[in-house]
């Protein structure tokens, strides 16, 4: 590989590394409560929460201001890798789908955030098999088995396999390939039709704006396959049963016994979450590249 393509590379690997760390560690509560909300049932489950105020105050009188933190060992353990490979497979597959275009339309912008989602997903499964196990159990944080632990009870278990350490790969694939494809397609061709500013705060704040959105709609497209993925990797209603097995049979199981709106649980901590944490990630990584190009 020459040596520009190696050093090009690995800036895009180390801004996207930085990128996923400062989102997660920013936004990991709120992921936890989405979670939880998507796993809950119907009105007869009795663990369910009544709101969002309702699940922050259960959480913090039952398990613990530290349980906001339960999984985060696995995210971060994979956000660095996550991350580094989501930006910097875009960038490749962005140089492969431009099809003799000498500068990225909104075709090549769509497919890259598909191919970049889609290799994100196959990295990051194992470390969402082991986080959503974490945020589901309702024990204190101090009494609660290790990421490490957990993920060694897994694989000896059910394996490595599609009921084991990658469970849920097919919605997982699906969460992130949905995501990432609206994500990059919208914040590269918004910001492209929207004049940049000289002033450096406005111009942050343009950014910032443009990614908040793509962050909030690519959430809101892609929750049928995040609540799928939950159930499949999250506790099944009855021990000893699997009921949610596959992605598109979990979300006609939900939709049939639940209504069409169940698809759609968490979707606000998710949106409080993704909407300026997409923000933030894009901001971070186009800052980081930018320092990065300059001083390395």
Same mark, same amino acid.
């Given at each position: ?13 180390? &801004? @996207?590394?930085? %990128? +996923?760390?400062? /989102?997660?560690?920013?936004?990991? #509560?709120?992921?936890? $409560? =989405?979670?939880?909300? *998507? ?72 497919? &890259? @955030?598909?191919? %970049? +989602?889609?290799? /994100?997903?196959?990295?990051?499964? #194992?470390?969402?098999? $082991? =986080?959503?196990?974490? *945020? ?90 995040? $609540? ?69």
């Amino acid at each position: 590989m020459p040596e520009n393509i190696a050093k090009q590379a690995a800036q895009q690997l180390a &801004a @996207g590394g930085l %990128a +996923g760390m400062v /989102e997660v560690s920013l936004m990991h #509560p709120l992921d936890l $409560v =989405k979670t939880r909300f *998507q796993v809950q049932r119907g009105p007869d489950d009795p663990n369910r929460y009544k709101s969002l105020a309702d699940c922050f105050r259960r959480i913090y009188a039952t398990e613990g201001i530290i349980s906001f933190y339960k999984g985060i060992l696995p995210p971060i353990m994979a956000e660095t890798p996550k991350r580094a490979v989501k930006f910097f497979t875009f960038e490749q597959y962005k140089k492969m789908f431009l099809f003799g275009s000498p500068t990225p339309t909104w075709v090549t912008f769509t497919l &890259a @955030g598909l191919g %970049a +989602g889609l290799t /994100e997903a196959i990295v990051i499964n #194992p470390f969402e098999v $082991v =986080k959503v196990k974490l *945020q589901t159990e309702r024990q204190a944080f101090t009494t609660q088995k290790s990421a490490f632990a957990t993920a060694r009870d897994i694989v000896r278990e059910k394996g490595l396999g599609l009921q084991g350490l990658n469970k849920g790969l097919t919605a997982t694939l699906g969460r992130h390939g949905v995501f990432n494809c609206v994500y990059f397609s919208f914040y590269h061709n918004v910001k492209g039709w929207i004049p940049s500013v000289e002033d450096p705060t406005l111009e942050f704040l343009r950014k910032f704006t443009i990614g908040l959105i793509a962050g909030t709609l690519s959430s809101i497209v892609n929750i049928p396959f995040d $609540v799928a993925k939950s159930r499949i990797q999250g506790p099944q209603p009855v021990p000893g049963q699997i009921k949610y097995r596959t992605c598109f049979k979990t979300i006609a199981i939900v939709y049939r016994e639940e209504g069409f709106f169940a698809l759609y649980k968490g979707l606000v901590p998710k949106i409080m979450r993704l909407g300026p944490g997409g923000a933030i990630m894009l901001l971070v990584f186009e800052y980081a590249y930018d320092w990065l190009q300059k001083y390395t």
